[in-house]
């Protein structure tokens, strides 16, 4: 009975080096925008929520970005693979216990050194949902990993619940692409700029005075002149 056990342990130390190995040589690096190339990245979870309990959950393999710009849902399947661990009967004692506390399940992407996409939600729904789960993985234009989405299809779940689950994930993954959003027309903008510059000093987009704006410094003193003269005929006539 010694032997199967010690070929479990062998085969399991094998499939988690075999993830970090894979992780190492395909990982993103900023700026890669090679949609054809094979990249590998770690899915962690931690079963009661805490930073210092993640353990390997599996591996993601993004084969190729170019299947995600076409219109069809089936090149999901095409563009990436989920491999996962089971869950030992240790994993899921745990799990019970976190979902009695209102505990929360954390799931994170490993994409470097200390650099992680991350998302949560509550134990009860992962045991409620049978761990049927859906992953929705959300990439840039360029290929870089932005965040990580997941959720069950339970909707509410109680601390009461009683749990019959098995020990594998059902997970359902999504490879998301944000389109580029439309940038601003900056070249017509200062293309505009100019050319009102110009027209501004060729004269032809000056704005149309008023008359006394225009001859204000001959209007003045003539005023005044009238000015001096009226008064200067008014103190004779007192006279």
């Known amino acids: 009975m010694q032997i199967p056990k010690v070929l479990y342990v062998l085969l399991n130390v094998m499939f988690h080096l075999s993830l970090l190995g894979a992780f190492e040589e395909g990982s993103f690096t900023p700026g890669d925008d090679d949609f054809g190339k094979q990249h590998s990245y770690i899915l962690e979870h931690s079963l009661t929520g805490e930073d210092s309990d993640f353990q ?40 019970k216990k976190q979902s009695e506390v209102n505990g929360l399940y954390r799931v994170r992407l490993s994409l470097g050194p200390s650099s992680y996409v991350s998302t949560h939600l509550p134990v009860c729904a992962m045991l409620e949902s049978h761990f049927s789960d859906i992953l929705r993985v959300t990439v840039d234009s360029d290929g870089n990993i932005l965040g990580i989405w997941e959720v069950t299809n339970v909707e509410y779940c109680s601390i009461d619940s009683h749990f019959e689950t098995q020990n594998r994930f059902n997970t359902t993954l999504e490879i998301h692409m944000l389109e580029p959003g439309p940038t601003p027309d900056t070249a017509s903008y200062l293309q505009k700029l100019e050319e009102d510059k110009m027209a501004r000093e060729r004269g032809d987009g000056k704005e149309q005075k008023s008359f006394f704006a225009k001859y204000w410094m001959y209007i003045i003193p003539v005023v005044i002149i009238l000015m001096m003269s009226g008064g200067g005929g008014a103190s004779e006539d007192r006279r």
């Open 56 to 95: 390997v959950r599996g591996q993601l393999v993004i084969h190729s970005l170019k299947p995600l710009t076409t219109s069809s849902h089936s090149s999901i399947s095409e563009a990436a693979t989920l491999v996962q661990n089971r869950l030992s009967e240790v994993d899921i004692n745990i799990l």
